[in-house]
């Protein structure tokens, strides 16, 4: 009978292919029906593993991995650049992202001669200031691009030092061991930004005194202004400046009242971690991954196992619980295509950043190699963009 059911679904459901996904095997990674991965490399500070699988029409969440220079001259620093990017209402965001934030943080650091928590801050900001211009160049033929958003997760090692910053509810989590007892601990490092959380609906209630309507339970789930999840992103102009919240974007997107400051901000919680030598290594995946698996679980899942294919045993598993929640096989869900699987589990990224104590306690000075990898094998053009498509549902991430 379920089988019948899915057969039915993948005829009907089965979508045109995604030019930005590549379907055979990459310089960089493999493919295997929906999932891409590459169970491992090196880069500047160690060892990663990569892995992504597809759940919407359109690929959402974006990645890369960055190691080497840090800026635009070869004079340094060095290190690594891990980037997360979970889009929304659509793939155009988390695309551009991926385009342009590590180009800024290079100019940036470049500027400034070092990695700072202001270098990261700038880059942020000026990611942010290019797609309000994209989208204000679009909005005329294609309004709905107003509407489009990204979660946006970073990390930066440099000179034994960690820098998280992060927009949305992807996470980032620490493997530290304890040698007194041998366990490897999990240590979350991210600050997240989503209306389930008391403390932000607090935020948002401190930012906005006089809207009593600026986070409501919708469905048994906490939302701003009834909408979306997340209180910080890249994009999501709909709710950033009033004169894009008007028509002809979708009346689903549209608030009854003008707003006169942001409803949601681009500000990144930013931290700082000295890294120590009994720090092992470090998860960075998008919330698809957390809807199924505590921290803890994830540490335990990449201690216990060879390094060698970390980031999809990690995603194998949550499809396996994401599975179980709906009382099907594994074997089964696989089967489901993209689009329809999105009614299973959610876009999911990973990048399992391993630490060696001798590479990351060396100085930024010290050149390495360049090594630059995309998440999902996705090459984009300089300076181009997929079609925009019609956001499905802007309210989740």
């Given at each position: 009978m379920l089988s019948g059911l899915m057969n039915l679904l993948r005829a009907c459901f089965r979508p045109k292919a995604d030019p930005y996904v590549h379907t055979g095997s990459d310089a960089s990674g493999r493919q295997d029906g929906l999932l891409w991965y590459k169970d491992t490399g090196h880069h500047s500070n160690g060892e990663y593993s990569m892995?992504?699988?597809?759940?919407?029409?359109?690929?959402?969440?974006?990645?890369?991995?960055?190691?080497?220079?840090?800026?635009?001259?070869?004079?340094?620093?060095?290190?690594?650049?891990?980037?997360?990017?979970?889009?929304?209402?659509?793939p155009e965001t988390s695309r551009f992202i991926n385009e342009h934030l590590f180009r800024h943080l290079q100019r940036f650091?470049?500027?400034?001669q070092s990695m700072s928590v202001e270098v990261i801050r700038k880059a942020f900001q000026a990611t942010e200031d290019g797609f309000f211009s994209l989208v204000s160049r679009q909005w005329p033929m294609k309004p709905q691009i107003a509407a489009v958003g990204s979660?946006?997760?970073?990390?930066?090692?440099?000179?034994?030092?960690?820098?998280?910053a992060n927009l949305g509810d992807s996470r980032a989590v620490l493997g530290r061991l304890v040698k007194a007892t041998g366990e490897v601990l999990s240590i979350r490092l991210s600050a997240e930004h989503n209306a389930s959380i008391e403390s932000v609906r607090q935020e948002l209630h401190s930012l906005h005194p006089d809207d009593s309507q600026i986070v409501v339970l919708k469905h048994n789930v906490w939302r701003v202004k009834g909408l979306i999840q997340i209180s910080r992103s890249i994009g999501d102009v709909y709710l950033k400046k009033a004169e894009f919240n008007r028509e002809p974007l979708y009346a689903k997107f549209r608030l009854r009242e003008p707003f006169k400051r942001p409803i949601l901000s681009a500000e990144p919680s930013i931290s700082v971690h000295q890294l120590l030598p009994h720090d092992q290594f470090v998860i960075f995946a998008s919330d698809g991954l957390w809807e199924h698996l505590t921290d803890q679980e994830a540490v335990d899942l990449v201690q216990n196992h060879p390094r060698n294919g970390s980031a999809r045993r990690l995603v194998k598993v949550a499809l396996q619980e994401a599975a179980k929640k709906r009382e099907m096989r594994y074997s089964d869900l696989k089967k489901i295509d993209r689009g329809v699987r999105r009614h299973f589990h959610d876009d999911i990224t990973v990048i399992v950043v391993f630490l060696d104590s001798h590479l990351v306690s060396r100085a930024s000075t010290v050149q390495s190699p360049n090594v630059s990898v995309k998440g999902g094998g996705v090459n984009i053009p300089h300076n181009t963009l997929a079609p925009c498509t019609t956001p499905t549902e802007a309210g989740t991430t």
């Amino acid at each position: 009978m379920l089988s019948g059911l899915m057969n039915l679904l993948r005829a009907c459901f089965r979508p045109k292919a995604d030019p930005y996904v590549h379907t055979g095997s990459d310089a960089s990674g493999r493919q295997d029906g929906l999932l891409w991965y590459k169970d491992t490399g090196h880069h500047s500070n160690g060892e990663y593993s990569m892995a992504v699988v597809q759940a919407n029409n359109l690929l959402e969440d974006q990645s890369q991995l960055e190691s080497g220079c840090l800026s635009s001259h070869d004079s340094g620093p060095y290190g690594t650049f891990v980037g997360v990017y979970d889009g929304h209402g659509g793939p155009e965001t988390s695309r551009f992202i991926n385009e342009h934030l590590f180009r800024h943080l290079q100019r940036f650091t470049s500027e400034h001669q070092s990695m700072s928590v202001e270098v990261i801050r700038k880059a942020f900001q000026a990611t942010e200031d290019g797609f309000f211009s994209l989208v204000s160049r679009q909005w005329p033929m294609k309004p709905q691009i107003a509407a489009v958003g990204s979660c946006c997760l970073v990390g930066v090692i440099c000179g034994g030092t960690l820098y998280i910053a992060n927009l949305g509810d992807s996470r980032a989590v620490l493997g530290r061991l304890v040698k007194a007892t041998g366990e490897v601990l999990s240590i979350r490092l991210s600050a997240e930004h989503n209306a389930s959380i008391e403390s932000v609906r607090q935020e948002l209630h401190s930012l906005h005194p006089d809207d009593s309507q600026i986070v409501v339970l919708k469905h048994n789930v906490w939302r701003v202004k009834g909408l979306i999840q997340i209180s910080r992103s890249i994009g999501d102009v709909y709710l950033k400046k009033a004169e894009f919240n008007r028509e002809p974007l979708y009346a689903k997107f549209r608030l009854r009242e003008p707003f006169k400051r942001p409803i949601l901000s681009a500000e990144p919680s930013i931290s700082v971690h000295q890294l120590l030598p009994h720090d092992q290594f470090v998860i960075f995946a998008s919330d698809g991954l957390w809807e199924h698996l505590t921290d803890q679980e994830a540490v335990d899942l990449v201690q216990n196992h060879p390094r060698n294919g970390s980031a999809r045993r990690l995603v194998k598993v949550a499809l396996q619980e994401a599975a179980k929640k709906r009382e099907m096989r594994y074997s089964d869900l696989k089967k489901i295509d993209r689009g329809v699987r999105r009614h299973f589990h959610d876009d999911i990224t990973v990048i399992v950043v391993f630490l060696d104590s001798h590479l990351v306690s060396r100085a930024s000075t010290v050149q390495s190699p360049n090594v630059s990898v995309k998440g999902g094998g996705v090459n984009i053009p300089h300076n181009t963009l997929a079609p925009c498509t019609t956001p499905t549902e802007a309210g989740t991430t």
